[in-house]
C-alpha cells in the first residue's frame, strides 16, 4: 500500500475537508505526521504546546487532576478530532491534560500555520466554534449528572454515550473500557462501578464480549 502524503492525511481530517488545493499544500508544507504511544500524553495541563494535534488514528482521553491528585475522564477523542484548539486561542496552559488510551498518529499543525488556516477559511473556524460549543454542551451535562444522578445513572449514560446503535434496542461500545476509567468518568470508586457493572449484567442491560467490548441493551430484555 503507498505511503500517503501529507496532502492525503490533510484531506482525510474533517477540520481541513474543504480547504481549496492551494490552501490543503501551503499546510502540507508546514504538517508533521507523529505516532504516540499507548499512555503518551498528547498535551498536559498546565503546559502550552503552541501547536494544533489532529488525530488520524487512535483514541485519547482528556483527563483533568485536581490540586489532591484525583483524576476525572472529561471525554473521549478519535479520529478526526483535534487537541490544544483552546490554547492556541487564548494563549493560556491546556485545562487538562490529554492522554493516549491506544497508539494514536496524529498530525501536528504549530500555533502560526493553525492561525493561518483558521482565518482563511470561514468553515475552518465555524467548525472549530462548534467544537468549542460541543465540549462545553458535554461539560455542562456532565456537572449536571454528577450533581443529581446516582452512580447507576452515571455509569448507565456513560455507556450509552459510547455505545453506537447495532440493532433494533441493541448497541455496542466496540473497544474494551477499564473499571478504572468508568470510575474516573462518572467520579466513583472502582469498586462502586465494577457493582454497578455487574447488577446491570445480572439484570440483563449489558454484556461483555470476549473481546472486552460491551452490548447494550436500552431496555431490559436477556439477551439471547
Known amino acids: 500500500m503507498a505511503m500517503l502524503s501529507n496532502q492525503d492525511l490533510i484531506r482525510r481530517v474533517p477540520l481541513f475537508a474543504n480547504l481549496t488545493l492551494e490552501q490543503v499544500e501551503d499546510l502540507a ?28 488514528s487512535g483514541r485519547a482521553h482528556v483527563v483533568k487532576t485536581d490540586s489532591k491528585g484525583k483524576e476525572v475522564i472529561l471525554a473521549t477523542l478519535k479520529a478526526g478530532d483535534y487537541i490544544g484548539e483552546m490554547s492556541l486561542i487564548d494563549n493560556e496552559a491546556h485545562s487538562a491534560t490529554v492522554q493516549a488510551d491506544t497508539q494514536m498518529d496524529v498530525l501536528v499543525l504549530g500555533r ?23 465540549r462545553l454542551r458535554t461539560a455542562d451535562q456532565k456537572i449536571v449528572s454528577l ?61 461483555t464480549n470476549k473481546d472486552g467490548g460491551i452490548r447494550v441493551w436500552e431496555r431490559r430484555s436477556k439477551p439471547r
Open 29 to 56: 508544507g508546514n504538517v508533521t505526521k507523529r505516532k504516540i504511544k499507548k499512555g503518551e500524553d498528547v498535551v498536559q495541563q498546565g503546559e502550552i504546546s503552541n501547536a494544533l494535534y489532529l488525530i488520524l
Open 112 to 134: 502560526e500555520d493553525s492561525t493561518r488556516a483558521v482565518n482563511a477559511n470561514i468553515t475552518i473556524m465555524a467548525a472549530v466554534m462548534r467544537g468549542l460549543v460541543q
Open 147 to 207: 450533581a443529581l444522578m446516582g452512580v447507576y445513572g452515571r455509569v448507565a449514560n456513560v455507556l450509552l454515550d459510547m455505545a453506537e446503535p447495532v440493532d433494533k434496542g441493541e448497541m455496542l461500545i466496540r473497544e474494551k473500557v477499564s473499571r478504572s476509567d468508568l470510575s474516573k468518568m462518572v467520579g466513583a470508586s472502582r469498586e462502586m462501578v465494577s457493582r454497578v457493572m455487574k447488577d446491570f449484567e445480572d439484570q440483563g442491560f449489558i454484556k
